[in-house]
């Protein structure tokens, strides 16, 4: 079935990055975006980005831009999500998911990836 | 940025009962939302597409109406698996945007 699975969880010290691994199968990795969606302990959502797989290219939204990186490796279908200088605030679950374009909805959506920030 | 705002944050209800949550956005997004849920220490799970689509799946129970700026998402009669968050999330524009979520508890 489609599925994107995640890497485990982290915990990282405020000023380190962090680098997210996302594995996808059922489908044709290059042929659907991903797009990368944190969720605050208790809070709501929140997006992040998008990668285009075929072609690598990569979207942000404004207050990730400068920390965030997107990448992918077609040769194992996985999407990567890198946030670097974290702060304690970053702590949430990241989760990857798959959409069938830039602008759509969501599915199926990973099963996340907690990051905690902690000195 | 367009800000989507739920009502209400929580509500409770008893099995059985109809339940309507709302989603009101700060523009014109013509159809362009959709519902998820999700259970508690779960991953959101789409229920609904393109304002009124119901996903392959998902029970006839769900269902999502309304265009424009102003939508709601309907439990016709509520089931004790239905306790969850549910989130409208707009694809109009960038950045895509979710509203603050629905807490529904029996």
């Known amino acids: 079935q489609v599925q994107v699975v995640q890497s485990g969880a982290e915990v990282k010290r405020p000023g380190a990055s962090v680098k997210v691994s996302c594995k996808a199968s059922g489908y044709t990795f290059t042929d659907y975006y991903i797009h990368w969606v944190r969720q605050a302990p208790g809070q709501g959502l929140e997006w992040m980005g998008w990668l285009n797989p075929k072609f690598g290219g990569t979207n942000s939204a404004q207050k990730f831009q400068g920390r965030v990186s997107m990448t992918r490796d077609t040769s194992v279908n996985t999407a990567y999500m890198e946030l670097r200088s974290l702060r304690y605030d970053d702590t949430a679950v990241y989760y990857c998911v798959r959409a069938d374009r830039i602008n759509s909805w969501f599915d199926p959506w990973g099963q996340g990836t907690l990051v905690t920030v902690s000195s | 940025d367009i800000q989507m705002t739920q009502s209400p944050s929580s509500l409770s209800a008893y099995v059985g009962d109809r339940v309507t949550i709302t989603c009101q956005a700060s523009q014109d997004i013509s159809h362009y939302l959709n519902w998820y849920q999700q259970k508690p220490g779960k991953a959101p799970k789409l229920l609904i597409y393109d304002a009124s689509n119901l996903e392959t799946g998902v029970p006839s129970r769900f269902s999502g109406g309304g265009s424009g700026t102003h939508f709601t998402f309907t439990i016709s009669s509520l089931q004790p698996e239905d306790i969850a968050t549910y989130f409208c999330?707009?694809?109009?524009?960038?950045?895509?945007?979710f509203g603050g979520g629905t807490k529904v508890a029996i």
């Open positions: 999330q707009q694809y109009v524009d960038l950045p895509l945007t």
